[in-house]
């Protein structure tokens, strides 16, 4: 059903558009000024606003640049009592659809919503088709060649043709959506939908209402009834993000649903039958969770029934590179820049950075130095915190013969000598991270391949 949001600080005139719009058969929501406005946005796929120009915090021309910057698929209609060409100009220009005088031109409503949805339709089709041909979600789109990236693919190949409860682990940052959606492209339930939620940007109540939905008067703004993400998805994949931030009252409604797929409506008392693979993921250690009594233990044997850890961008220094170069393309055709070099200085200092916030930071520290280059050239662009330790002057250095670093540099070659410049049996002889090792011959200058 059709979402219409009404922003106006006069209760009588936001019931009675909302009288007339709803025999429509449209879903209409009401805020009185706009932090309420902004946050219904935040909570509900509007399609279009309806918003008054004067607002007690603040100006519906202003709120409309908002809104059309942080939702840009809803379209806005302003409604002002004093018209005036000036502010009409500008709010087209802040995006809205249009701007229409109060009460002379209530009329007008009607056939301009249907309009605006006309419009909102063909945004989404433009969207889905740029999406789709973007990105195709499979495991082709998971980039580098390192062993433990590798080892997570098979395993996610090896598990995606069954209906069986997958449980991704890792650090923020390193993909865990990725996987997941390449995980329902590659199985039985493809056709169907892939619906994924992040379960720590809700509140218990709202979670609840996203995920199984609710009936009419179930709560304040329940106006109307409303299917949860686990209809939409029936038959296909749910995608839950960071289930260890889900309240353990919710954990148990989830448990219901994996033992017997079956959950009840916020407000109602018949149960709901679906079908439905779940997908979860986390960055957070489980079993201490449970530990600590935040998570059910008979939950935590349900989602894991096949684990597959993510690793850290710091442990596959080796796929920075081919991620730098995709990143490089992808912000390069986003921003319409051509880098045609990379100067080797670049790649050298992103490898030796630590990545806390893995692959998503990288791909933002590329967007970032592809904006800054006003060249073909992409070299010193790094953030500040990147460009602290130069790798090229690190590895050129001439260590004496009476520093400790010199000691462990010769003993660090005779080894690599010793296994034929084996990394990782070097690794395994020094008693070190294979990740340790790469950087010590980065440092050192060590090239044996």
Not at 68 to 92: C, H, M, R, S, W
Not at 303 to 314: D, E, G, H, N, V
Not at 315 to 334: M, N, T, W
């Amino acid at each position: 059903m059709r979402k219409i949001l009404i922003i106006d600080d006069e209760e009588k005139l936001r019931n009675l558009l909302t009288r007339i719009i709803s025999l429509e058969g449209f879903d209409v929501l009401q805020a009185g000024d706009c932090n309420t406005a902004l946050r219904k946005l935040e909570q509900s796929n509007i399609d279009v606003v309806l918003c008054d120009v004067k607002l007690p915090d603040g100006n519906g021309v202003e709120l409309a640049k908002k809104i059309k910057d942080k939702f840009p698929i809803p379209e806005i209609i302003l409604l002002t009592a004093y018209g005036n060409i000036a502010d009409g100009v500008q709010a087209i220009k802040n995006g809205a659809f249009d701007y229409i005088t109060k009460g002379d031109d209530n009329n007008k409503i009607i056939p301009l919503l249907y309009r605006a949805i006309e419009k909102v339709d063909l945004t989404k089709r433009v969207v889905q088709l740029e999406k789709q041909l973007g990105e195709k979600h499979s495991f082709d789109k998971v980039i580098g060649n390192s062993k433990s990236i590798q080892k997570a693919i098979g395993l996610a190949h090896r598990v995606a043709t069954t209906d069986t409860t997958v449980l991704l682990t890792g650090e923020t940052g390193t993909g865990k959506e990725v996987f997941a959606q390449a995980i329902h492209q590659a199985s039985l339930r493809s056709r169907q939908n892939f619906v994924a939620i992040n379960c720590s940007a809700f509140s218990k109540e709202l979670l609840e209402s996203e995920m199984f939905g609710h009936k009419a008067g179930a709560f304040t703004g329940a106006t109307k009834d409303q299917k949860g993400l686990f209809e939409e998805a029936n038959n296909g994949s749910i995608f839950l993000d960071e289930i260890g931030e889900m309240s353990l009252e919710l954990q148990a409604k989830l448990l219901r649903v994996l033992e017997s797929g079956e959950f009840i409506r916020v407000g109602e008392t018949k149960p709901t039958r679906v079908n439905v693979r779940i997908i979860a993921a986390t960055h957070r250690d489980l079993q201490n969770e449970i530990d600590q009594g935040h998570f059910r233990e008979d939950l935590f044997y349900r989602i894991s029934t096949f684990q597959i850890p993510l690793p850290p961008l710091r442990e596959r220094v080796g796929d920075i590179g081919p991620l730098a170069q995709y990143f490089i393309h992808v912000a390069s055709v986003k921003t319409n820049k051509k880098i045609k070099v990379v100067s080797p200085l670049f790649y050298e200092a992103l490898k030796h950075h630590r990545w806390k916030g893995n692959i998503r930071e990288l791909k933002n520290v590329i967007e970032r130095s592809v904006i800054l280059c006003d060249t073909d050239l992409l070299v010193e662009h790094l953030p500040l915190e990147l460009q602290k330790d130069d790798p090229v002057k690190t590895k050129n250095k001439t260590l004496s013969a009476f520093e400790l670093a010199s000691a462990e540099k010769l003993h660090i070659q005779k080894v690599l000598n010793y296994t034929d410049g084996n990394k990782t049996k070097t690794a395994e002889l020094l008693g070190i991270a294979l990740t340790t090792l790469y950087r010590k011959i980065s440092e050192y200058g060590l090239d044996n391949g």
